[in-house]
């Protein structure tokens, strides 16, 4: 069974450009997970979707962040404009569906120039 | 915030049992115990989770005490692989945003030659 596939693996942007990164979740999982990673902390969740739907949103800086996930497989999380703090990894997880165990992908690592 | 508390790093003689301390003293009764761990520059890998009783597979054993105040986690014959930070989470059975992951800051766990 595939795992969750994140692109790129590696992004390099000046500040006040943007990013975008993409996930594609374990087929036939129905919730799916953006989480940052700063260097040296745990994962934090930004935002949680059941199919094409936001279930949590609450630790999304939505006045730079933004995500979707519009057919209820891919999703896309964009970063306008990036700040010198978003250097992190981005990793995404999905799960069959809400309450039950998280598998992540390999992330991508950002850094903020 | 995390509702866990482990040390910072362990090391763990290659061939040998490592045992995971996690301490959860205000767990609930509709909460998991799930451990991860995130080995460099990948994502967090799903380990194994249970709710009271000891739950064992093909990576690792949970055991949980009775109160549930507290588990460790055990691979019984850790290899130079088994280098990674581990994460013990709590995490309620609902569906609702309370089911979400709270990550810490893990144990760093070092297995040496």
């Known amino acids: 069974e595939a795992g969750v596939a994140q692109s790129p693996r590696y992004k390099i942007i000046e500040k006040r450009q943007s990013v975008a990164f993409w996930c594609n979740p374990i087929?036939?999982?129905?919730?799916l997970y953006w989480y940052q990673q700063i260097l040296g902390q745990g994962p934090k969740l930004l935002i949680q979707f059941q199919n094409n739907g936001v279930v949590d949103d609450s630790q999304l800086p939505k006045d730079r962040f933004s995500a979707e996930r519009l057919k209820g497989v891919d999703s896309t999380l964009k970063i306008q404009p990036a700040k010198l703090e978003d250097s992190a990894v981005y990793l995404c997880?999905?799960?069959?569906?809400?309450?039950?165990?998280?598998?992540f992908g390999p992330g991508t690592r950002l850094l903020v120039l | 915030d995390a509702k866990t508390t482990q040390p910072p790093s362990m090391d763990c003689a290659e061939g040998r049992a490592a045992n995971l301390p996690c301490n959860h003293s205000?767990?609930?009764?509709?909460?998991?115990v799930y451990w991860y761990r995130q080995i460099h520059s990948q994502g967090p890998q799903y380990i194994i989770h249970?709710?009271?009783n000891n739950e064992t597979n093909e990576m690792a054993s949970l055991i949980i005490t009775e109160d549930r105040k507290s588990s460790t986690l055990i691979l019984p014959h850790a290899t130079l692989r088994d280098t990674a930070v581990y994460y013990c989470?709590?995490?309620?059975?609902?569906?609702?945003?309370?089911?979400?992951?709270?990550f810490g800051t893990g144990t760093r766990l070092q297995v040496t030659l």
């Open positions: 205000t767990i609930s009764g509709n909460e998991y």
């Open positions: 249970g709710l009271k």
């Open positions: 997880a999905s799960s069959l569906s809400r309450g039950e165990t998280q598998y």
């Open positions: 087929s036939g999982h129905a919730t």
């Open positions: 989470i709590v995490r309620a059975l609902n569906t609702g945003t309370a089911s979400k992951l709270t």
